[in-house]
């Protein structure tokens, strides 16, 4: 089943902060984020293992709370080039080597304006 | 060499003919993937490949047939395929099967 995200949509101004949620139905291993430009392909920003770990990429960070089969990606001080479609992706907990697959979420496409 | 690529960007075919998208990398990743993606919608997972051998198929029409010829070429052949097969396929690789995901630019695919 296809991992929520929310909010679907959202714009804000240069500079300004965002949240994008991730949530599961299912037991989660890992969860990845990505950015897609329209017209572009998918870019990997970052993954997070079960653990509860929280993860940096300049301004963009991310959180995992494996219990609750979610995960957050924070946006600070949002830059135009921000712009694009959000999307998880989970990893159920695995069973069998070379058997990993990513579900992609829902997207939520973010619009960043001066 | 940092990147996926893929070829053709744009493909339009008829529903009786047979043509083959193609993905290259030639950077060591040993596990390569399919996605089809429509539009505003995230890329939907169609076959997995790990370390040359199909070990993922997202229960995906024979219409769409993978081929792994080597580890750094993967081919999606496609036959008789219907108008709602139209989509952006995408394929992508990672060093080994989850980790991070490189993405080819994609093909996009009309069928009249």
């Known amino acids: 089943q296809q991992p929520v995200q929310s909010p679907q949509a959202v714009i804000l101004r240069e500079g300004e902060d965002a949240v994008i949620n991730c949530s599961s139905s299912k037991a989660l291993y890992s969860v990845h984020w990505y950015r897609q430009k329209h017209g572009e392909a998918p870019v990997f920003l970052m993954i997070l293992l079960k653990g509860g770990e929280q993860k940096g990429h300049e301004k963009i960070s991310a959180s995992f709370n494996e219990k609750k089969q979610q995960s957050s990606l924070y946006l600070t001080a949002s830059q135009l080039s921000y712009s694009g479609t959000y999307f998880c992706g989970t990893e159920p907990p695995l069973i069998n080597f070379g058997n990993e697959k990513l579900t992609f979420g829902t997207g939520t496409r973010l619009t960043i304006i001066p | 060499d940092t990147e996926v690529t893929q070829t053709p960007k744009h493909l339009v075919m008829g529903m009786t003919n047979k043509k083959s998208l193609k993905c ?50 993967l081919n999606l052949h496609l036959h008789a395929l219907q108008p709602e097969d139209s989509a952006l396929y995408l394929c992508a690789s990672s060093p080994t099967p989850g980790n991070e995901q490189f993405f080819g630019p994609g093909t996009r695919l009309t069928v009249l």
């Open chain 2, 24 to 73: 290259e990398q030639h950077m060591g990743h040993r596990a390569m993937y399919w996605y089809k993606q429509k539009a505003k919608k995230p890329p939907e997972l169609m076959f997995v490949y790990s370390y040359e051998k199909l070990s993922i198929n997202e229960s995906v029409p024979s219409r769409f047939s993978p081929e792994c010829p080597n580890s750094s070429l």
